[in-house]
C-alpha cells in the first residue's frame, strides 16, 4: 500500500480533529468534520487501488452519502440558530441556553 496516501490521509484527519476540538464557528466546525470524512475516504481509495477491492470503493460511496446528508442537515440547523440567535459562535448558544 503506498504510504504517502497514509501519511497524507493522517494528516488531514489530524488537521480535521484539530479543529473540531479548537474551532467556536459552527460552519468551521462542520467543514473540519467534512476534512475529517475525506482522509478517511482517501484511505478507502488508496486501499481499493493497491488490492483491487470494490468493498473499499462502496464504502467511499457511503461515506459520501453520509456527508452530504450532514451537510443538508447541518446547514439547515445553522441556518435556524443564526436566525435565532443571530451569531453562529458556539459560546453565545451556551449563554442563551441558561
Known amino acids: 500500500m503506498p ?22 464557528h459552527i ?25 483491487d477491492s470494490p468493498e473499499a470503493q462502496l464504502m467511499v460511496f457511503f461515506i459520501m452519502m453520509v456527508a452530504a446528508a450532514e451537510v443538508v442537515i447541518g446547514l439547515a ?7 435565532r440567535h443571530g451569531s453562529l459562535d458556539m459560546d453565545v448558544f451556551k449563554e442563551s441556553s441558561r
Not at 497514509?6 to 479543529?19: A, D, N, Q, W
Not at 440547523?77 to 436566525?83: G, S
Request: aromatic fraction near 12%; charge should be positive.
Open 27 to 51: 460552519i468551521k466546525l462542520l467543514m473540519c468534520i467534512e476534512i475529517m470524512l475525506n482522509a478517511v475516504n482517501l484511505i478507502f481509495v488508496a486501499y481499493a487501488a493497491t488490492y
Open 77 to 83: 440547523i445553522v441556518v435556524q440558530l443564526y436566525r
Open 3 to 24: 504510504y504517502h496516501y497514509l501519511i497524507l490521509s493522517s494528516i488531514l484527519f489530524g488537521i480535521g480533529l484539530l479543529g473540531v476540538l479548537l474551532q467556536r
